[in-house]
Structure formats: C-alpha cells, structure tokens
Nanobody, 116 residues
C-alpha cells in the first residue's frame, strides 16, 4: 500500500512560480509511473503531466506545455511539478498519482491559487 502526500501549493500572482512535491507518506515507489492532475469545482479532473519510472519520457497537457516541468528522483522517492508563468486558469487542486499496471494511488491534493 502506498499513501501519497503532495505539498508546495499556495497563493501566487499571475506570472509567478510554484513547485509541487509528491512523496509517499507510507510505502515506496518502485517502477511506478507518476502523473499530476488538477481539478476545479464542478469540472472533471484533468491530466496535467506524467513521467515514466526512468524519467526518460514525459508528456504534458497542451495547456501547460512549455510552462510546467515534471521530474522525479528515484533515489529520493520523490517527484515534482515545477510550474512557471502561472495563469489564473491554472487555479485548481493538484493531485499526484502513481500507477503500475492496474494499481494506482492518489494523494489528497494541494490547492494552487493564481491571483490576477
């Protein structure tokens, strides 16, 4: 069983940056793909970015391409989402997910608010 904890959310002005972290509060990642998702009230959760276990392959939603960077450090068992040039439409609760085959685990989410 893996339990995830996200951190790093907060309030930031337009154009600012935040760095979200995802680490297990219990358990250990091993050969899991990691992804970030976000959700605003009344809307479905949407994909933001993902990275393979090796870190060799990443993919991004079009809306964040060029502004967000996903990364991970296997030795530290931690992943990050660096968010630059934030926009009001990036305001959401951000969730980390790790998955391997049919297994998937979600964090509880961290709020990101971008003020204009």
């Amino acid at each position: 069983q893996v339990q995830l904890a996200e951190s790093g959310g907060g309030l930031v002005q337009v154009g600012g940056s935040l760095r979200l972290s995802c680490a297990p509060s219990t358990g250990v990642f091993y050969r899991y793909t990691m992804g970030w998702f976000r959700q605003v009230p009344g809307k479905e959760r949407e994909f933001v970015a993902a990275i393979t276990w090796s870190g060799g392959i990443t993919c991004y939603a079009t809306s964040v391409q060029g502004r967000f960077t996903i990364s991970r450090d296997k030795s530290k068992n931690t992943g990050w989402l660096q968010m630059n040039n934030l926009k009001p439409e990036d305001t959401a609760v951000y969730y980390c997910k790790v998955s391997k085959g049919s297994l998937e685990y979600w964090g509880q989410g961290t709020q990101v608010t971008v003020s204009s």
